[in-house]
């Protein structure tokens, strides 16, 4: 049941996009932009959100360490304080025990009433008891109020050593909590490095389709169809001059010796960095940067002869334009790479020459894979109007 469910949501979900998509005009490109730029602000939000409660975190990790320092310290102090006072008691019971001592004598024997105490006579020695008991008093005194700061010190040594594996615990959670803190931020900054490129995509094609003069409430693809089909002036050559040096087909390849299928005509007679024009004007639908097999790649969308096509420029040394850009045939889109320029990146190409690959309908809208724009590809030679191999040519038109 809940599979079902699920299946019938997906198949809503392939019904209604790519309608909803193919509807858009550019009022709605516009609010998709407003919405992933409040996106975008979204994230840095939280970011700055996050990055405030680190500071707030670390702020209270040092506070708590700085409790734990002073606890110590407190400990130390009272810890000398308590040994310090139990010298102190055994020295107080020392001088109590002689007094005792004296006083059990003084109690017990009157012969050495004088000796002991010293006294002059009985009123003297009457006097000379009276302090002795002050001293005793005085004394235990003393030494209860010592027994008790020793006491209160234990208290305190437990209570700082509670209090220190509390802080210690909150000090781990803490930096647990800011340790997914940043995670957060690298996830929130690579959220928003991914709408930061749509912003970007998105903003160009816009301006791309109010160049085009797409009126704001005008269905875009049918928009650039209509401005592809009236701005078109047919084909052109791709170079001021050159020659084929490898047709479009089934060939030896140069690379592996082995007879393959070529996905474009060669054309050579071209140094590296000889500007590459476009051969129609339409819109740049795809660009590929430094792949290992094609280098720099250019994808054109077009529209000729009331027919769609995608025409591609490989192994460029360099691209002169950017993505939805709208070319005309007086458009430089690269320059010719594939020898010692493009070498660091490419590995499919022997030396200059530009390929030159077309195929049918629009890479990017009508399909979006390598193999299914393989699938539609035809012979740009024939197509456009090349000479034959190996001759030479020495105009666009
Ligand atoms: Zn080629």
Same mark, same amino acid.
Request: charged letters at 25%; glycine letters at 8%; proline letters at 1%.
């Given at each position: ?158 209570? $700082? #050593?509670? +209090? ?10 803490? !930096? @647990? =909590?800011?340790?997914?803190? &940043? ?71 140069? $690379? #592996?010796? +082995? ?10 007679? !071209? @140094? =590296?960095?000889?500007?590459? &024009? ?120």
């Amino acid at each position: 049941m809940k599979n079902k469910l699920f299946i019938i949501i997906i198949f809503l979900f392939i019904l209604v996009i790519p309608f909803d998509a193919k509807a858009e005009t550019i009022a709605q490109k516009r609010k998709e932009i407003a919405t992933l730029k409040a996106n975008y602000q979204a994230q840095q939000n939280k970011k700055k959100n996050a990055q405030n409660n680190i500071k707030t975190d670390e702020q209270s990790i040092k506070n708590k360490e700085s409790e734990i320092n002073t606890n110590q310290q407190k400990l130390t102090e009272a810890e000398n304080e308590s040994e310090r006072l139990t010298k102190e008691i055994e020295e107080g019971k020392k001088e109590l025990t002689n007094v005792m001592e004296a006083y059990q004598v003084a109690s017990g024997d009157n012969v050495y009433l004088e000796y002991v105490f010293e006294a002059t006579s009985y009123e003297d020695l009457v006097y000379r008891y009276a302090i002795m008991e002050q001293v005793m008093s005085y004394m235990n005194d003393k030494i209860d109020s010592y027994k008790d700061k020793i006491k209160k010190n234990e208290e305190l040594k437990v209570y $700082i #050593t509670n +209090r220190e594996a509390e802080l210690n615990n909150q000090i781990s959670s803490l !930096n @647990s =909590e800011i340790e997914s803190l &940043y995670d957060d931020i690298s996830k929130y900054d690579r959220y928003a490095n991914d709408i930061q490129s749509d912003i970007k995509d998105a903003e160009g094609f816009l301006n791309y389709m109010v160049n085009l003069g797409c009126k704001d409430s005008e269905e875009l693809s049918a928009c650039q169809a209509r401005v592809n089909s009236t701005n078109n002036i047919g084909w052109t050559k791709p170079l001021v001059k050159g020659k084929i040096t490898s047709y479009f087909g089934y060939r030896i390849s140069p $690379i #592996t010796g +082995r007879s393959e299928g070529h996905s474009g005509t060669d054309i050579g007679g !071209n @140094s =590296e960095g000889t500007p590459v &024009y476009a051969i129609a004007s339409g819109t740049v639908c795809k660009i590929i940067r430094k792949a290992s097999c094609g280098g720099n790649q250019v994808y054109v969308c077009s529209y000729v002869n009331g027919k769609k096509y995608t025409a591609c420029y490989m192994h460029l040394l360099n691209i002169n334009v950017s993505l939805y850009q709208t070319v005309y045939t007086n458009t430089v889109v690269g320059t010719v790479g594939g020898g010692s320029g493009t070498r660091g990146w490419e590995t499919c190409s022997t030396g200059a020459h530009l390929h030159l690959g077309l195929g049918t309908g629009w890479y990017g809208s009508d399909y979006t894979t390598y193999t299914s724009w393989k699938s539609h590809l035809v012979d740009a030679r024939t197509t456009i109007g090349l000479p034959k191999m190996g001759v030479w040519w020495y105009s666009r038109y």
